[in-house]
Each structure stands twice: as structure tokens, then as C-alpha cells.
């Protein structure tokens, strides 16, 4: 058991050395815990914990807490492609897409973090939430679901995606935690038309 034990330390000690993609070793204050992923700095609440990604494109995954009367934890995806990404427009719309348009609200608005942009998507509704390998593209209709999906623009640094998903009050009660992880300001934001 020890062994163990040693072994997955090892691993993830590994896995958060700076310049293999993932996130270096945190440095806390007394309410986050202050990452680096790549050029990305982060200041994660400290109950929000590094999780295994689940797929290659993730730069970090990390579990968010559940709020009481939620089933299950969300789940917080960071990922950079290089470019843009696939553009502001196009990725915001297909987060949209990813949720069902019976019953669907969507509140698109613009912020600035210092000199960084960014853009955030809220979604609520059912989500079509993937089921099983990427490659498969096959989704399962999950009722009460909600998603914030953020695009981050450092500055001559690029750009990093940060979609935030699980049950509906478990993501609303992190509205302001993901805008202060990145020093945005939720009361500052403008709305963005697509």
C-alpha cells in the first residue's frame, strides 16, 4: 500500500513540473491557491482540486465542489490550442449549441482582467454532456445542467479556454470564484452580442 502510494505521488509530483503542459506547484494565500499553467496564472479556490484529465487536449482539469441538493461535482476543463483557437464567435456559439434550445437561457458578456480580455458564456438547461471517448461524439441529455465557459486572451501570450459544468446550482455558486481565479470583475462585465 505504501508503495502504492509513493508511486502515485511520484506521478503527480510529475505531472506538475512546469513545461510539460500541466499546472506547477501551487503557492497559497488563505483563500486560493495560486497556479501556473504554461502562461496562465490562476487563483483557484482552495476546495477546488487538481483532478486526472480525461482527455489529451486539457492543459488541467480540476472537481468543484458540489452544491448541497446537487448529485454530483463540477467539473472545470482548462485547455490552449495555439491561434485563437478557433475564433471568440464560433466558440461561444458552440457552447451555446452544446444545450438543448427547449428551455435554454444564455447570458454572453465581455470583461477585462488588467490588460487581458476575455469572454464568458453562461449556459443553463439541458446539456447534451459527452458520453464515452471524444472521438465518438456521442452526448447524453442532462437535464438542470449549466455551463461557464470562459476564453481568455493573454496578452502576446494566447488564448486558454476555461468551460466550467455541472448541476446548475453547483456552477452558479462559482460565478464570481472562475472571474476572480483569472482577476476579472463580474460587476464590470459588458453584454456581448454574437
Known sequence: MKFQVAIAAAIAATLLVPGRGGAEEPKKDSKTTAVTIKDLVLHVPEDWKLAKNTSSMRLATYTVPAA????????????????????????????V???????????????????NDYYVADIAGTYNKPDGPPFLRKTKPTPGYRMIGMILILKG??????????????????????????????????????
Not at 467539473?75 to 466558440?91: K, T
Not at 449549441?97 to 490588460?115: L, M, N, P, W, Y
Not at 459544468?165 to 454574437?194: N, W
Open 157 to 194: 501570450k494566447g488564448v486558454y479556454f476555461l468551460k466550467l459544468t455541472g448541476p446548475d446550482k453547483t456552477v452558479a455558486a462559482q460565478r464570481k470564484a472562475i472571474r476572480t481565479a483569472i482577476g476579472g470583475d463580474i460587476e464590470a462585465e459588458q453584454d456581448y452580442e454574437l
Open 68 to 95: 448541497k441538493g446537487d448529485p454530483e461535482d463540477g467539473e472545470l476543463a482548462i485547455s490552449s490550442f495555439g491561434g485563437d483557437g478557433g475564433g471568440i464567435a464560433p466558440n461561444l456559439s458552440r457552447w
Open 97 to 115: 449549441g452544446q444545450f438543448s434550445g427547449d428551455g435554454r437561457t444564455a447570458k454572453i458578456v465581455k470583461g477585462s482582467a488588467g490588460e
